[in-house]
């Protein structure tokens, strides 16, 4: 049976709220995971999306829908804001659409991995490619920044943080056997203790000069498309080299030319495979210039993935 099918309709979930400072005790004295209301009204990136229509990219009829917090009692902020992400991700894949996420955080992706899996069953190999300066992989226990969202890919895979994991509906954690992650180049500075977790993982990594090699970058997604019925594409703009995103919240020296990036992006895409799209950290409600560019390489991110989304999974 094919398992693809033409691009008809896409969906967007907005996600309009910031992570600066969540996470545990980097200190190791207090347990448990602090969080607070962060919606940033200000003008932003997701307002130059729709000024700048780049939602109509993919050439498809969309539907946009902004998360709205609606608080729970006594549950910690990321918790609600979790199960509202995978709620909303559950119900437009079941009515049939493709999604990007734009708005968010790496913090993020562990609601959506929740979303997928609560909507396409366990069953079902969902690959991930994660573009990140770092991996994201680090844990309450060996942290020592104490930031949540470098710790959303140890949820998603069962490494840690079950009580997150679980709130996103994530019964199942993905195989790490089905991960790609570039281009991870922080591991040679600062890596906040996942690098030994990495190490002891099946994940594949592919350094800076492999994703910059279309060849190998290209072998490496086709490989990946051919053994998994799914690919959720995760963007964190600190990938880009760190001239395009000026005032972003851990900005990584060096890094790929947007070019570089956006070819990439398309590799991707052109397998068929890609089922959800996050882009993430693109927007930062900081007092740090540089915010013209960080949304120009959004708006190029973006449209590069929407230009060439021309298939997704037939999984429902």
């Known amino acids: 049976m094919d398992l693809q099918k033409k691009l008809k309709n896409l969906g967007v979930i907005e996600i309009p709220y910031g992570d600066l400072n969540w996470g545990p005790d980097p200190k190791h004295i207090q347990k448990g995971i602090y969080s607070d209301i962060q919606h940033w009204k200000n003008y932003r990136e997701l ?3 729709k000024l700048c229509g780049i939602y109509a990219r ?3 009829p969309y539907t946009v829908e902004e998360i709205t ?26 009515a049939g659409e493709a999604l990007l996420i734009t708005g968010g955080y790496c913090k ?3 609601a959506v991995c929740g979303g997928i899996q609560r909507a396409v069953g366990t069953q079902k190999k969902i690959g991930i490619i994660y573009l990140d300066a770092h991996s994201d992989m680090s844990t309450p226990e060996v942290t020592h920044t104490g930031i949540l969202g470098g710790m959303d890919m140890a949820a998603i895979l069962g490494v840690d943080l079950e009580e997150w994991r679980l709130a996103a509906g994530l019964l199942q954690p993905f195989d790490d056997e089905f991960v790609i992650l570039s281009d991870f180049r922080e591991a040679e500075i600062e890596d906040d203790g996942a690098l ?5 993982l099946h994940i594949t990594w592919l350094k800076s000069d492999e994703f ?5 970058w290209r072998q490496n997604v086709h490989n990946l498309a051919e053994q998994v019925d799914a690919i959720y594409l995760h ?3 600190d990938i880009l080299n760190n001239r395009h995103v000026p005032n972003a919240a851990c900005v990584a020296e060096g890094g790929p030319s947007i070019e570089t990036v956006m070819r990439n992006i398309r590799i991707v895409m052109q397998t068929g495979k890609v089922l959800v799209y996050g882009t993430y950290g693109f927007y930062f409600d900081t007092d740090v210039p540089g915010q013209d560019s960080l949304t120009l390489s959004g708006l190029r991110t973006v ?10 999974p037939y999984l429902l």
Request: proline letters at 2%.
């Open 69 to 94: 917090y609606e608080p729970k009692t006594n549950e910690e902020v990321y918790l609600t804001l979790t199960r509202q992400v995978s709620d909303t991700v559950y119900r437009h894949l079941t």
């Open 196 to 200: 030994q977790i990495i190490e002891k």
């Open 58 to 60: 993919a050439h498809v």
């Open 303 to 312: 449209s590069a993935g929407l230009d060439s989304w021309k298939a997704c």
């Open 108 to 110: 993020d992706a562990v």
């Open 47 to 49: 307002d130059d999306y």
């Open 212 to 216: 910059e090699n279309e060849k190998i």
């Open 235 to 237: 963007i964190d703009a």
